[in-house]
Nanobody, 121 residues
Framework: QVQLVESGGGLVQAGGSLRLSCAASTRTFKSYLMAWFCQAPGKEREFVAAINWSGSTYYADSVKGRFTISRDNTDNTLYLQMNSLNSEDTAVYYC???????????????WGQGTQVTVSS
C-alpha cells in the first residue's frame, strides 16, 4: 500500500505560479510511474502530467510549456511546478502512482486526497 499526500495548493492570481508537492510513503518510490490529475467542479478527473522511473515526462496539451513535473527519488517526493496559471486551471489536483505499464493517462492504483488550486482572474 502506498500513501500519497499532496500539498502546496492555494489561491493565486492569474499569471501567477504555484508548486505542488506529493510525498509518497514507499521505499520503492523510484520504481513507480507518478502522475498529476485535476478535477474541476462539474467535470471529470483529467490527466495533467506524468513522469516515469527514468525521468521521461508526459503532459496534457493544455499545460505544455506552462507546467513542469519532476521527482526526487531520494526524498520520495513528486512535484508539479505550475506557471502562467489561468482560471481554467482551477481544480483539485491529485497525485497518483502505479507500477504496471500501459497508458500514462489511466489505470493508477494509488491516489492522494487532493489539494485545491484556485486561480483568480
Amino acid at each position: 500500500q502506498v500513501q500519497l499526500v499532496e500539498s502546496g495548493g492555494g489561491l493565486v492570481q492569474a499569471g501567477g505560479s504555484l508548486r505542488l508537492s506529493c510525498a509518497a510513503s514507499t521505499r520503492t518510490f523510484k520504481s513507480y510511474l507518478m502522475a498529476w490529475f485535476c478535477q474541476a467542479p462539474g467535470k471529470e478527473r483529467e490527466f495533467v502530467a506524468a513522469i516515469n522511473w527514468s525521468g521521461s515526462t508526459y503532459y496534457a496539451d493544455s499545460v505544455k510549456g506552462r507546467f513542469t513535473i519532476s521527482r526526487d527519488n531520494t526524498d520520495n517526493t513528486l512535484y508539479l511546478q505550475m506557471n502562467s496559471l489561468n482560471s481554467e486551471d482551477t481544480a483539485v489536483y491529485y497525485c497518483a502512482a502505479r507500477l504496471s505499464g500501459g497508458s500514462v493517462k489511466n489505470a493508477y492504483d494509488y491516489w492522494g486526497q487532493g489539494t485545491q488550486v484556485t486561480v483568480s482572474s
